[in-house]
């Protein structure tokens, strides 16, 4: 897969906070920065640690709404079709550039209402198994998935973990046949009581079970290993060298909503992210590899990833009808 490596990311980001500076006043009123999802949730966290600093820094007061529905399309609806003053972003994640092409029909036209404008960073999903199986690597898991009855595997309904492991056993002629959960409290009881022998979700999920040996890690999806799993290998590692699945959180903008705001709006979460408190809770709470790309390099890279993602739904029949 083509994309932009982290270290374009990074460099491309360095120059940023310069241009806060450069900025008047922002507009009076109030910003919504929109979570299109109930709280708790990693888009609900993360848009919850930049807020305070966000309000800080452009000096007006910025509130975290939560507008959940639709696979997270009613939120991005309400923001694309809001007023490109300034007043409303999207924070998202898989959802974003899966959506176009797991639902038959949308409420905002994703090519042209929403502009990426920074990508936050990836993290990988992870193929854990229930400790009590035999399977300790991915190699364990694809022999036995290769036999006539397969393997089943809980995955969250329409997420990059569900689209991610079809992928990867059509690229391995192998039975891995995914059960669909739509919560995860669920698909993880399912995978520790051990009614179900694999389960593939994000890191952020997972970490605290592996942590405490209530599943066992077997691959993750990342180009790179996360430093948080450097134990783990990668799928790419296992035998497959051009799979990469990574999920990643981005941040949104009203399409035509002037330079000017985004650019500011762009500059002061990036001084934010970068600050060492923000690094630690982002990298070792949230399991993310903080990259930040801006808006060039991230629709750059969002538009590879609905043309790569929308083949694999579209070959394996997995769009909503």
């Known amino acids: 897969m083509i994309g932009p490596t982290r270290r374009s990311f990074l460099l491309g980001a360095l120059a940023a906070p310069s241009v806060a500076r450069a900025q008047g006043n922002w507009p009076a009123g109030i910003i919504s920065l929109v979570a299109p999802a109930p709280a708790g949730g990693s888009l609900d966290i993360i848009a919850r640690l930049v807020q305070p600093g966000l309000q800080e820094r452009l000096g007006t007061t910025v509130i975290v709404e939560n507008r959940s529905g639709g696979a997270t399309s009613i939120g991005a609806a309400y923001v694309g079709k809001s007023a490109r003053d300034g007043t409303k972003w999207l924070i998202n994640a898989d959802p974003q550039f899966l959506n ?54 809980a995955v969250l309904i329409d997420t990059l973990g569900h689209v991610s492991m079809v992928l990867l056993g059509k690229l391995a002629k192998a039975k891995l046949l995914p059960i669909t959960y739509r919560g995860a409290p669920q698909a993880l009881n399912d995978a520790i009581g051990g009614h179900v022998p694999l389960v593939a979700g994000s890191a952020s999920l997972l970490a605290p079970y592996l942590a405490g040996g209530k599943l066992r ?85 969002f538009f590879e990833q609905v043309a790569k993602w929308r083949s694999v739904i579209r070959e394996n029949n997995l769009q909503h009808t």
């Open 217 to 301: 890690a077997i691959a993750q999806t990342g180009t790179e290993r996360l430093a948080a799993l450097k134990d783990v290998r990668t799928v790419r590692e296992s035998g497959f060298p051009d799979f990469s699945a990574p999920s990643f959180w981005g941040f949104y903008a009203p399409s035509k909503t002037p330079a000017p705001m985004v650019d500011r709006f762009v500059a002061e979460l990036t001084a934010i992210v970068k600050e060492p408190d923000m690094q630690r809770k982002l990298t070792t709470t949230m399991l993310l590899d903080v990259t930040l790309a801006g808006p060039r390099e991230f629709r750059a890279f």
């Open 100 to 153: 176009p092409s797991l639902l038959a029909t949308l409420p905002y036209d994703w090519e042209n209402d929403l502009d990426p404008i920074l990508l936050l960073g990836t993290s990988p999903n992870v193929l854990a198994a229930n400790p009590d199986t035999p399977y300790r690597t991915l190699d364990d898991v694809l022999e036995a998935a290769r036999q006539p009855a397969g393997v089943n595997l």
